[in-house]
């Protein structure tokens, strides 16, 4: 696995009209001047059609949206964890909300993973299910409500309990586990308040790619770390 250093800043990019074609490398290299004013490590997950460009375009760590449980071969429309190690990155995300998988899918993906060198980085919507997830042997996991994604309150703030709980739950599987929060989080008090609350970096889409300024965005962001 490529080491990740921590504390980390994640930016899911989705697949937003804001990072269509080339927005998506602009607006990493946009993320890149800031990782480099700052030091702080940013990373970005760009669209799966734009993943080379921007591996090839920047020097910040990239990881893909998400990779299917496949092996290389006849799966037309399907994304392999090779075929993401090809194209440069460094990692992924896997089960995302917005692309949820079973548990047996996710323990195929992490495997894939794992074989190709890639940091794998699952999305859990609840601290119990942060813990039963730990068991799979991610390396990363992002703990995201989904009631609180894309929202305007940070679940730092509306519901702080669950990043504590989830972390507690992941480090009694294994204390070597990443964990990340995410679900509104859009401030750098916000990421002040997870790192205090246990987490090791955030996981946010829109309070970067839709602000009117994503520059200010993220360096607000990053101002506490």
Known sequence: MTELRTPAVIINFKVYREVEGK???ALS???QDVAQASGVNIVVCPPAVELSAVVKGTKLPVMAQHVDPRDPGSATGWV????VRAAG???????HSEHRLTEEAIAQV???C????????????ASETSGLLA????????????ELIGGEVSVTNARPEVVERAVAAVHRVDAGIVVLCGAGVKTGEDVKRAIELGARGVLLASGVVKAKD???ALEDLVRYI
């Not at 392999?80 to 075929?83: D, F, L, R, S, V």
């Not at 794992?114 to 919507?125: E, F, P, Q, T, Y």
């Open 135 to 146: 068991k799979l042997g991610p390396d990363m996991i992002a703990i995201e409500p989904p």
């Open 23 to 25: 927005k998506a490398l």
């Open 110 to 112: 992490i495997g894939s």
């Open 114 to 125: 794992r074989k190709n060198g890639l940091i794998s980085c699952v999305c859990a919507d």
């Open 80 to 83: 392999t964890a090779e075929m």
């Open 29 to 31: 290299k946009l993320c």
């Open 89 to 95: 990155a460094v990692g992924t995300l896997i089960n």
């Open 214 to 216: 994503p520059r200010a």
